[in-house]
């Protein structure tokens, strides 16, 4: 009976000392701006990303740009922080649109804006 105890015990401690050591694996966050309905020189928009992680486009005529991040996150839904400025245009900021609290984004996965 006492050899059992000492078993379990062990096991106990090694499956605990694991755990805590865990990295969890990289995973991709893409931000896109579609620059759609960007003219020259506006109107256009930057984005820029707060979290999960930080990154920031300029949107451009008619082309689809995008930045990569590799995070080491848990896989799940997180939550999502941005905030997009708008121009008009003449260069001029018109106004800037912000997340919500309650604005979640799945990891991996992407964030997607059109300019």
Same mark, same amino acid.
């Given at each position: 009976?006492?050899?059992?105890?000492?078993?379990?015990?062990?096991?106990?401690?090694?499956?605990?000392?694991?755990?805590?050591?865990?990295?969890?694996?990289?995973?991709?966050?893409?931000?896109?701006?579609? @620059?759609?309905?960007?003219?020259?020189?506006?109107?256009?928009?930057?984005?820029?990303?707060?979290?999960?992680?930080?990154?920031?486009?300029?949107?451009?005529?008619?082309?689809?740009?995008?930045?990569?991040?590799?995070?080491?996150?848990?896989? @799940?839904?997180?939550?999502?922080?941005?905030?997009?400025?708008?121009?008009?245009?003449?260069?001029?900021?018109?106004?800037?649109?912000?997340?919500?609290?309650?604005?979640?984004?799945?990891?991996?996965?992407?964030?997607?804006?059109?300019?």
């Amino acid at each position: 009976m006492k050899r059992w105890l000492v078993v379990a015990l062990l096991i106990g401690g090694c499956g605990s000392d694991g755990a805590t050591n865990v990295t969890p694996p990289p995973v991709r966050y893409v931000l896109y701006v579609d @620059g759609a309905q960007t003219g020259i020189p506006g109107p256009y928009c930057v984005v820029t990303i707060s979290n999960p992680t930080f990154l920031t486009l300029h949107s451009r005529p008619n082309v689809v740009d995008s930045a990569v991040a590799t995070l080491h996150v848990a896989p @799940g839904r997180s939550l999502l922080e941005w905030q997009a400025d708008f121009y008009d245009a003449g260069g001029f900021w018109v106004r800037t649109l912000n997340s919500q609290p309650t604005d979640s984004t799945s990891l991996p996965g992407s964030s997607y804006f059109v300019c």
